[in-house]
């Protein structure tokens, strides 16, 4: 740290890196004055986002404190996740399980139904792992240094540090993909992303504060959210402009640099889409371990490498079964998956093979099913579920 919290200005000056402001690094690069936290959190105070699980800086004013479970709720549901998409999952966790104990004693199986359509859903396993520990090994609340919370089921640096900050106000360098924006930017970075991943998190601990570091923390992630923008840095509204190298450079939106893209692959597979009589469809659950683990799905074969084809995949009923109409496709992290989808309609008295299950029209919405099972139902049925 050095010491850059608000009143404590004079130590700055001499603190590498920022040092690097005081002399011109190149000719492109004129000397400019350091970020001040103190700037940005006197941005933040008039500016910050209103979030479900974010105690305001008027409130903590007022002596609110941050609800550790919450804080720790909300990061691991908004990794790999927007905003948007995580309040309305949020306000459901915290109205079903009030507190991490509520949720430590609910059934597994109800949490990963709670979970689905967030996607990665090893983080649903971890969730429910993580507040048994907390519940089982630390009476219930959680630990407040870096070092006891990264020990916590699915809590990595990156979380451990967001808790500390933010639920205990501790000086914890917080770097998501926000922040590592607006510091690629500020010290205009020029190693390519991932290469940069350490440089980075070592200019961002030069600057966090002793002062307010939990809303220092949430104050980046704001910035980099709404004015630091991949695309379009709304940089006359920043608060930093007059330190940030890549503004004065003229292209800010080239930070942090991209080592050129590797081509996503694209895998083929099958399933089926079995609707019995009375429009319930053949579910079953997938392994636990491995992509999408513990959810539910309907049947299907292998996902192979395109160039392979989707290969054959045996019906888990006989009877008569037809190709539906095109692939539904769907994109993970790291492959395009493109699936036939074949329909085959069951008698109403047929029962469910060993380790499947039917699922009633009412019951689909909330089964534990991962969005790219949604698509292949509701390509089946010919109707979104
Ligand atoms: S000046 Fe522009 S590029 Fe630099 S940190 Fe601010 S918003 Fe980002």
New binding site residues.
Partial sequence: MTGLGVGNKATVLFSPPLSRYLSPMSASFPPLPPPRPADLLAWYDLNHRRLPWRVAPSDRDDGVVADPYRVWLSEVMLQQTTVAAVKSYFEAFTNRWPSVRDLAAAPEEEVMKAWAGLGYYSRARNLKACAEAVARDHGGRFPETEAALVRLPGVGPYTAAAIAAIAFDRPATVVDGNVER?IA??FAVEDPMPTAKPEIRRLAATLTPEARPGDYAQAMMD?GAT??TPKK???AL?P??AS?R??AGGA?ETFPRRSPKAARPTRVGTVHVAVRADGAVLLRRRPPKGLLGGMSEVPGGEWREASLGAGAAAPPLAGAWRRVAGVVEHTFTHFHLELTVMRGDVAHGVAAPAGFWWSAPSDLPGEALPTVFRKAIAAGLGRVI
């Fill in positions: 607006v930017r500020i910035l004015l630091c840095p709304a940089c920043c930093w402009i940030c890549a503004r800010p």
